[in-house]
């Protein structure tokens, strides 16, 4: 009977836990990528999620949205097990997640406000007016109203980062994954891209994933954090949990330290 129940998997997440991730194994190729991987986010919180660089912190993103199909375990988002959904399925439930790319990933060739509008232009039947509209009106809540006209090549980093959030961010989603928000950025920078993120979270109140290797940052934004080793989460919990944690790869991760069970 044991066995029948483990076969069977964890009941129907809660209704707070808008993004479950439950047991996921994932390889690419040879190489194991995610093992045994668990993990719940809070609906209407924002969940760290910390480890060393390449451990699998942005394939779980890509876990989370369908880009990536997990060999093991199931990715429940709202309570419903997507693993096996088709890629219609998937693309509606995209809509209502917004994903700022670590790079950006903005169209070259298009104004920022183009960029930002595309979402809309795709996977709504807004009209060119209400498209205008609230492209404006999103541009101009994370202070980029002057460059709505500029191509990405034409703005610093700090400004490609805020313009690929507000394409994120425009169809007013449930759900927002970020991925490095601050990789590749100075400290007042940093500290911009941190508070805009903040104002977003205060606005939309959505459930936010943030992935980061930047601690200050993920201490700033973070309801709960997680930590990502060897493909497993082997903690989680408030930042100050975290930070006292008594587990010897946390608090080694946590310290910069060369001394501990981390492999260098």
Not at 45 to 67: D, F, P, W
């Amino acid at each position: 009977m044991i066995l029948q129940e483990e076969r069977a998997g964890p009941p129907r997440p809660e209704e707070d836990v808008a993004i479950r991730l439950d047991r996921i194994g994932l390889r690419y190729e040879e190489k194991i990528v995610l093992s045994d991987c668990s993990v719940d986010c809070k609906r209407g919180h924002v969940t760290g999620i910390i480890g060393l660089s390449g451990a699998g912190k942005s394939t779980i993103l890509r876990v989370i949205n369908g880009l990536r199909h997990p060999d093991a375990g199931a990715v429940y988002i709202n309570g419903d097990d997507i693993t096996g959904w088709d890629e219609h399925e998937l693309i509606e439930m995209r809509k209502k997640m917004g994903f700022a790319f670590q790079y950006s990933a903005l169209f070259d060739s298009m104004t920022i406000a183009e960029n930002v509008a595309y979402p809309l232009w795709e996977h709504t039947t807004m009209t060119r007016a209400q498209i205008d509209k609230r492209v404006s009106d999103t541009l101009e809540a994370l202070g980029l109203s002057e460059v709505e006209g500029s191509l990405p090549g034409e703005l610093s980093g700090g400004m490609q980062k805020r313009a690929g959030f507000a394409r994120a961010i425009v169809n007013d989603p449930e759900i927002i994954l970020f991925d490095e928000p601050t990789s590749g950025l100075d400290p007042i920078m940093t500290h911009i891209i941190v508070t805009t993120i903040k104002d977003i979270q205060s606005r939309l109140k959505a459930t936010s994933v943030v992935v980061s290797h930047d601690l200050r940052s993920i201490y700033a934004l973070s309801d709960t954090v997680a930590m990502l080793f060897e493909g497993t989460i082997i903690e989680s919990g408030t930042v100050a949990e975290i930070r006292r944690s008594p587990n010897p790869i946390v608090q080694q991760f946590l310290q910069g330290s060369e001394l501990g069970p981390i492999p260098l």
